[in-house]
């Protein structure tokens, strides 16, 4: 059965002080990891998706990496206006199913 | 760009009432998926659809059916709703197979 760990549950940032959120996955071959925010009371938004170890995708403040085993979403001198929850899912190679892990809130303040 | 409506951001309904969640996508998208979220337990997928009158079940069919007369449209029915089925119910869609699946606002639904 395919798994989604994400950590940590909940973080809270100063503005401008970096850090990372990471999501733990096992999977029967996998197809491609996805990255999503979600705002409060509102549907989740693609960011990115990787396809395979070593791969880096950014967009602004964020960057995603793949290694075999885990992702990680590195936020850059976050702003305020990134304070959302992040998603991450993966899906196997066999089909469109995602696997969705619980999500990280993330809390910039100013 | 990809646009997901979904027929309500609210809804109340109350135990044993028959409810209609309508989910319409604009980009001629093959799939398309229904997805509950609750405190603690994430995403988990209900039903999907490949094509037309095509459905499979997801992780947790019990007490919802789907139905796709349109490519557009895909409808999620609780045929007598409980309180347990109070939740954010998300749409998604995807232009076919291994695409990526863009989500709807969500509706949150009360049974009371």
């Known amino acids: 059965e395919d798994q989604v760990t994400q950590s940590p549950e909940a973080l809270r940032l100063q503005e401008g002080e970096s850090s990372s959120l990471n999501c733990s996955y096992t999977v029967s071959g996998l197809r491609g990891l996805f990255w999503y925010r979600q705002d409060p009371g509102k549907g989740p938004e693609f960011l990115f998706t990787l396809y395979s170890a070593g791969e880096e995708k950014e967009k602004e403040r964020l960057k995603a990496t793949l290694t075999k085993k885990e992702s990680f979403l590195h936020i850059t001198a976050p702003k305020p206006e990134d304070s959302a929850t992040y998603l991450c899912a993966v899906e196997r190679s066999s089909g469109s199913r995602l696997t969705f892990g619980e999500g990280t809130q993330l809390t910039v303040n100013p | 760009d990809v646009k997901v409506t979904q027929s309500s951001r609210y809804l109340v309904k109350r135990t044993g009432e028959k409810v209609f969640l309508e989910c319409v996508q604009d980009?001629?998208?093959?799939?398309m998926f229904w997805y509950r979220q609750d405190p603690g337990l994430g995403l988990r997928l209900i039903y999907f659809?490949?094509?037309?009158?095509?459905?499979e079940k997801g992780d947790i069919p019990e007490g919802y059916s789907v139905s796709r007369e349109k490519k557009e449209r895909f409808s999620l029915i609780l045929e007598s709703a409980s309180t347990n089925q109070t939740s954010m119910y998300l749409c998604?869609?995807?232009?076919?197979?291994?695409?990526?699946?863009?989500f709807g606002p969500g509706t949150r639904l009360t049974v009371l």
């Open positions: 998604a869609s995807s232009l076919s197979n291994l695409d990526t699946q863009y």
């Open positions: 980009m001629d998208h093959e799939n």
């Open positions: 659809s490949y094509d037309v009158k095509m459905k």
